[in-house]
C-alpha cells in the first residue's frame, strides 16, 4: 500500500497539521491500493507564508537563473520517466501506448518556458517611457486529475520563467503523481520557498488560495462551474485569474474531405484520454446526405479500438478515473437515448469482461439535435454526437451554438475554405485536418471555456505585472 503522509512547504517534505485521509483507488480494478492525508486551511497558509517569503528574492532572480531551474527540473523528471509514467496507468488509467508522452509532454513544458524565457523582452521603451514587465507575485495553481503532470509544469514553468513564486493545489484523485513529480521539484535543487505543494480539497486549501491577500494570482484548469467560483471568490482581494475550463468542442468535416481518414480520426479525437479531455472533439457535424457512410465509418473504428486494461502495450481506451465518473458517463448515455438519439454503437454498462473497473463502452450517437442533453452539455468520457448539416453555413452556426469555445476541428481538401471557417469559429484553438496542437502556442478559451492563456510567450505574459515609468532618464 501507497501511503502518502507528507505535503512540500518551504524546500523540505512535511507532516500536514489536517488529518483527514483519502483512499486511493485503483480505476481498473476498483481495488484501493494506498491513501493520502488532505492538508487544511491552515497548511494552506504555511505554503502561502513561504511563497511570500521567498518571492522578493526570486522576482530579482536573473533570465540565466531560472533558465538554469527550469532545465534542472525537466531533466529530473525525465531521470524517473519509467516511475512517473507507472503511476499515471495506476492512479489515473491511462493506457500504456500514452503514459510515457505525457511524461516526455511534461518535461517539455518545462523546456518551452525556458525557451520563451531566452529572448523576453522584460523591459521595453516606448515614446518617453520605459515599460517595464515584473512578477505578478505568489501564484496558486490549482490542477485537475486528468492531465496532472502536463498541467502542474505548464502553469508552473511560466511561473519560474516570470520570476514567481508558486502553491500548488494538485487534484487528491492524482496523490501518486503527485507525490512523484513533488520528488523530482526536490531533487532539481530549486531554491527553498519558491514551489510549494499542498494536498487537499478544493473547498479547503483551495478555497485558502482564493482568498488570501498574499496569492496574487490563480492559475486554474477544471470545470466551467468551479472556474466560476473561483472568479466571484477572488473579486475582494482583486486577484488576477487564469481560467482554462470545460469544453464542447465543434468538429466539422465539409463535403469534399476524405471521409475515410476525416471520421475515424474524428472518433478518435473524442475519445482521447479515455474521453477525459476538455478539448475533445465531441460534437461531430457531417453533410446530411453523407449520414450513412459517417455512421459506418464512425462504428468500424469503434470497433478497432481496444478496450481493456491500460497496463497492456495495445490498449487505446482506459476506464473512467471514478466510479462518480463513470456514473455521469452513464447517466449522459441514457439521457441521449431517452431524447432519442440514435445509437449507432455502445451504449449503457460496462464492455464485456471489464465489469471489474470503472470501463464504460464507447458510445456514438446519430440524429443528434441541438436541444439534446448529449449536444449540449460536456460529458467528460468517450462519448460522441453526431449532428448534421444541409449547408456550411449553417455547420458554422450550429458549432458556435454553445457556451463553450475552447477547441474546434475541421476537415476539407479546400484549404482557403478551412482557414475561412477557422476565423468564423468561436474557439481558442482550431485544428485543420488532423494537425496536432502547438505547445509552444496559447491555448485557452472562448465564453465559458475560460479566461487568460497557457503555454510559452502567452503563459510567462499572463505571470507579469506591467508598469510604466517616465522620467527615467531626466535630471532635477
Not at 525557451?115 to 501564484?139: M, S, T, W
Not at 496523490?175 to 513533488?182: H, K, M, R, S, V
Not at 465531441?282 to 455512421?295: A, G, W
Request: charge should be negative; hydrophobic fraction near 40%; aromatic fraction near 6%.
Amino acid at each position: 500500500m501507497k501511503n502518502i503522509d507528507q505535503i512540500y512547504i518551504n524546500g523540505e517534505f512535511v507532516k500536514p497539521n489536517g488529518t483527514e485521509r483519502f483512499e486511493l483507488v485503483n480505476p481498473t480494478t476498483r481495488e484501493s491500493f494506498g491513501s493520502v492525508t488532505l492538508g487544511d486551511e491552515q497548511d494552506a497558509r504555511r505554503a502561502i507564508a513561504a511563497a511570500k517569503a521567498a518571492s522578493a528574492s526570486f522576482a530579482r532572480s536573473t533570465v540565466q537563473e531560472r533558465k538554469d531551474i527550469l532545465q534542472r527540473l525537466s531533466d529530473s523528471i525525465l531521470e524517473r520517466i519509467d516511475e512517473l509514467a507507472e503511476a499515471n496507468i495506476l492512479e489515473y488509467g491511462a493506457p500504456r501506448m500514452a503514459s510515457v508522452g505525457r511524461v516526455k509532454l511534461a518535461a517539455g513544458n518545462l523546456i518551452d518556458s525556458m525557451e520563451a524565457l531566452e529572448n523576453f523582452e522584460f523591459i521595453k521603451y516606448i515614446g518617453k517611457a520605459k515599460v517595464v514587465a515584473e512578477p505578478v507575485g505568489v501564484i496558486g495553481i490549482i490542477t485537475p486529475w486528468n492531465a496532472s503532470y502536463s498541467q502542474i509544469t505548464a502553469k508552473l514553468g511560466a511561473a519560474i520563467a516570470a520570476g514567481c513564486t508558486v502553491v500548488i493545489k494538485p487534484s487528491e484523485l492524482s496523490a501518486l503523481q503527485t507525490q512523484l513529480l513533488t520528488e523530482c521539484i526536490h531533487s532539481a535543487g530549486v531554491p527553498a520557498g519558491v514551489i510549494n505543494v499542498v494536498n487537499g480539497l478544493g473547498t479547503t486549501v483551495g478555497a485558502e488560495f482564493t482568498r488570501n491577500s498574499d496569492v496574487a494570482m490563480i492559475n486554474f484548469t477544471g470545470s466551467t462551474r468551479v472556474g466560476k467560483e473561483i472568479r466571484r471568490a477572488t473579486v475582494d482581494s482583486m486577484k488576477r485569474v487564469t481560467l482554462e475550463l470545460g469544453g464542447k468542442s465543434p468538429n466539422i468535416v465539409l463535403d469534399d474531405a476524405d471521409f475515410t481518414k476525416a471520421i475515424p480520426a474524428a472518433v478518435r479525437s473524442c475519445f482521447s484520454n479515455n474521453g477525459q479531455a476538455c478539448v475533445a472533439g465531441t460534437r461531430l457535424f457531417v453533410p446530411e446526405h453523407r449520414l450513412e457512410e459517417v455512421k459506418r465509418l464512425a462504428r468500424e473504428t469503434v470497433e478497432s479500438i481496444k478496450v481493456g486494461l491500460p497496463s497492456e502495450a495495445d490498449t487505446v481506451l482506459g476506464p473512467q478515473v471514478t466510479h462518480k465518473q463513470y456514473l455521469q458517463v452513464q447517466h449522459y448515455i441514457k439521457a441521449g437515448i431517452k431524447e432519442g438519439a440514435e445509437l449507432v454503437i455502445g451504449g449503457e454498462g460496462h464492455p464485456d469482461g471489464l465489469e471489474q473497473g470503472y470501463f464504460v463502452k464507447p458510445t456514438v450517437f446519430a440524429n443528434v439535435t441541438e436541444e439534446m442533453t448529449i449536444a449540449k452539455e460536456e460529458i467528460f468520457g468517450p462519448v460522441l454526437s453526431i449532428l448534421t448539416y444541409k449547408t456550411e453555413e449553417e455547420a458554422i452556426n450550429m458549432a458556435n451554438n454553445t457556451d463553450y469555445g475552447l477547441g474546434a476541428y475541421i476537415s476539407t481538401a479546400n484549404l482557403e475554405k478551412a482557414n475561412e471557417l477557422a476565423s468564423r469559429i468561436q474557439a481558442g484553438v482550431v485544428l485543420i485536418n488532423g494537425a496536432g496542437f502547438e505547445m509552444k502556442a496559447p491555448f485557452g478559451g472562448f465564453k465559458h471555456s475560460g479566461i487568460g492563456r497557457e503555454y510559452g510567450v502567452y503563459g510567462l505574459e499572463d505571470c507579469l505585472e506591467i508598469k510604466t515609468i517616465t522620467g527615467f532618464d531626466l535630471k532635477m
